[in-house]
């Protein structure tokens, strides 16, 4: 008998990276193994025109009016029996209230509760400063407590987690190896691409990258050029860099250009909860990649087999510049790379486990006959 799984995002399909990589990609293996999947989003194609850049305050009061009233009705549908499980990524609704979290708890239906990032601190966009009152970080430890299962993204989150739940699970971010696959061969004479993919919100840990990229600018001249991926404003005159939108059409190819994938990071809480997202893109297509040794990066890379950790800029430099001189250890650190990201961090490796936890939660809810 087919069980059903209501799913409460901020997002529609293909829009954010942290809704693809946690729960989209298993989607259709979930449906096609017992458990129907429905999405409930909040953030429409024509709100994204306006509802991540600044001003338009009225029409942002209109979405959250609008997304009130959807939540509503989702709790209605909860309430009349229509799902076995709901699964939450990271919050039901755009504010500090965890309201919604509380309604679907008393109704008795199981809660998967999914956080990647250390979401617990304060993190508002540029755009959205104004509405950092209507914000509250804290709601997420209240939310934690009313799920009957918490997947964490890492043994970071998983430490927070565990004040106020039993119940949890780590469950990392994962790529579809099946669709990203391994970059073409380059051929010797071609430059060197060093490159860094992001979003608008995170460019700024690309500037942790300046410091050794104009070092190795300095190094190695026009044998090497930059690209920077999900943020079209960025512009660097001094290191040539005009930044690229991201596209989800063009991401593979996209990325397929970097000769040597980089993820600097800062060494600080918020950073402490990332789960290595670039890092294992890069690594799933072959890309030789560079990780700053903080949180999850650490468990990701083992240092000159499978990719390289750097600290300092010195070190950034010297490990950058082993693999820029040096074609057969990057063909070598990239293969080592896929076969890691293959085995511990795809959608392979974990969708039976995804299947398994759904049914588990909703098996333990249900009734004994």
Known sequence: MSKTALILASHRLNRSPNQRFRFEQYLEYLNGNGIKCELSCLIS???????????SFLKKFFVILRSRKKRRTNIHNIM?????????SREAFLTGSYAFERKIAATGVPIIYDFDDAIWLQNVSSANRWFKWMKNPAKTSEIIQLANLVFAGNQYLFDYAAQFNKNIRIVPTTIDTDEYIEKPEKTEESK??????????????????????KKLKDKYGNKIYIKVIGDCTYLNEELEIQGLPWKKDTEIEDLHEIDIGIMPLPDDEWAKGKCGLKGLQYMALSIPTL???VGVNSEIIEDGKNGFLANDPDEWVEKISRLIEDSALRKKMGAAGRKTVIEKYSVHAWKTKYLEYFNEVIDNAAPEK
């Open 45 to 55: 194609a024509d709100d994204d025109k306006f509802f991540y850049k600044k001003g």
């Open 192 to 213: 060197i691409c060093i490159g860094w993919s992001g979003s608008i919100t995170t460019i700024q840990h690309f500037a942790f990258a300046i410091p050794f990229l």
């Open 80 to 88: 009349a029996g229509k799902y076995d499980l709901v699964y939450i």
């Open 291 to 293: 990780m700053s040794p």
